[in-house]
């Protein structure tokens, strides 16, 4: 049984900036990803430098990258992982 593309979005500022959402439906849980979901919701500068990222990458588990620091997420649900990252572009965008 193969992961089920749940959510697959990308939009293109007029600055350039680019933000994608890429999200899939794992066929059962795994250790690493006891939720059931690999995920990468993306926001990155005109020049390529990735802004704000979560994601899951295989060993590294649930994660945060904020410009260059990067700390674990607390995974609790998917509306709250949207959630989460759309307060932090959001801010990034303020701070640009």
Known sequence: M???LLRKK?????????????VWQLPEATPERSHGYKYRLNYSAANGVTLLRFDN???KGDHVHDLEIEFPYKFESLDKLFHDF???VNKARGRK
Request: proline share 5%; aromatic share 4%; net charge negative.
């Open 86 to 88: 759309s307060e932090g």
């Open 10 to 22: 990308k939009i293109n500022y007029p600055d350039g900036c680019i933000l994608e959402i890429i």
């Open 2 to 4: 193969k992961a089920t």
């Open 57 to 59: 990458e295989a060993g």
